[in-house]
């Protein structure tokens, strides 16, 4: 079992930044791949990136070149979501999700909250224009 607990939500001004953490804790030792989805009210829960357990990142077409996905490297304990630039649009509940092993995403595919069996709480971003 695996444990998240998101920080660093808030509310910022367009154009600003806001950094997201996902502390994990349990039984994080097994190589897992970790991501940030985002959901607005009444939407859908919309994956934002993937940070694989190899290293390998994607992003939705919407945030690249905006945000940044990465992850403390020695235990899979901490997550980050760097977010800059922000836009009205991504104001929303952040979502931690991680699940043990490797989703390959280096070979392409789609991916969605089904692949995720790990979720934390959620943090609020709040974009102002």
């Known amino acids: 079992q695996v444990r998240l607990e998101e920080s660093g939500g808030g509310s910022v001004q367009a154009g600003g930044s806001l950094r997201l953490s996902c502390a994990a804790s349990?039984?994080?030792?097994?190589?897992?791949?970790m991501a940030w989805f985002r959901q607005s009210s009444g939407e859908e829960r919309d994956l934002v990136a993937i940070?694989?357990?190899?290293?390998?990142?994607?992003y939705n077409d919407s945030v690249k070149g905006r945000f940044t996905i990465s992850k403390d490297n020695t235990d899979n304990t901490l997550l980050y979501l760097q977010m800059n630039s922000l836009k009205v649009e991504d104001a929303a509940m952040y979502y931690c999700?991680?699940?043990?092993?490797?989703?390959?995403?280096?070979?392409?595919?789609?991916?969605?909250?089904?692949?995720?069996?790990?979720w934390g709480q959620g943090t609020r971003v709040t974009v102002s224009s």
């Open positions: 999700a991680a699940e043990y092993g490797s989703l390959g995403i280096r070979y392409g595919g789609t991916w969605s909250r089904q692949d995720f069996n790990y």
């Open positions: 940070i694989d357990s190899d290293g390998s990142t994607l």
């Open positions: 349990g039984h994080t030792t097994i190589i897992m791949s």
